[in-house]
């Protein structure tokens, strides 16, 4: 008696049965509803979105990506290989190992970075490497045709304040909050 004073019974509240029960008909859930339909009608923009922005990424690096197709092309007439992984154009063997390994302190880099080009020595090389050298990819769709001349300042800048070239740089070490090793941007 008291719990059906307290809570009715499902015929008094018809189809709608027990109290609780009518909160899927209340504002809140329809507001909440309403949402996530709205969300799913637009997730193809947001998709569109981030496809221009991609390609827009990908202008923004293009002057450093052509570069390093160009090093990773000569080098792939010289024996060397290529493979896409993530974001980047992967060249290593061959040629741009010839490449990488006469530039300065290049016997001790494993891979650099070229907007979406990596120039590895190896295959082992560029796996041990991946995690940074994708940091640097990050970097270069940020900082465009700046990324080097940045870089550079950066560099300048520590050795000037009287700390690492290399290690202190910020963009190094951004890499290298990401994942450790000893190569060039
Ligand atoms: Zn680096």
């Known amino acids: 008696m008291v719990f059906t004073l307290a809570f009715g019974t499902p015929s008094l509240f018809g189809d709608a049965g027990w109290p609780w029960y009518d909160f899927r008909h209340s504002d809140v859930v329809r507001f909440v509803q309403g949402g996530v339909v709205k969300l799913l009608r637009c997730t193809p923009q947001v998709s569109l979105i981030a496809n221009l922005l991609f390609i827009l990424r990908v202008l923004w690096a293009s002057p450093y990506t052509l570069l390093g197709l160009l090093i990773g092309g000569v080098g ?90 290399y290690r202190d740089n910020p963009f190094e070490r951004e890499a290298y909050d990401v994942d450790g090793g000893e190569h060039d941007p």
């Open 76 to 165: 792939l007439c010289f024996g060397g290989r290529v493979r896409i992984r993530g974001r980047a154009i992967e060249f290593y063997d061959g040629g741009t190992k010839w490449f990488v390994h006469r530039l300065p302190h290049g016997q001790f880099t494993l891979a650099l970075t070229l907007g979406h080009t990596i120039l590895g020595q190896t295959d082992a090389s560029l796996e041990i490497s991946r995690k940074h050298e994708a940091v640097h990819v990050a970097q270069y769709e940020r900082w465009g045709p700046f990324m080097l001349p940045a870089y550079f300042i950066s560099s300048a800048f520590m050795w000037m304040t009287g700390r690492q070239f």
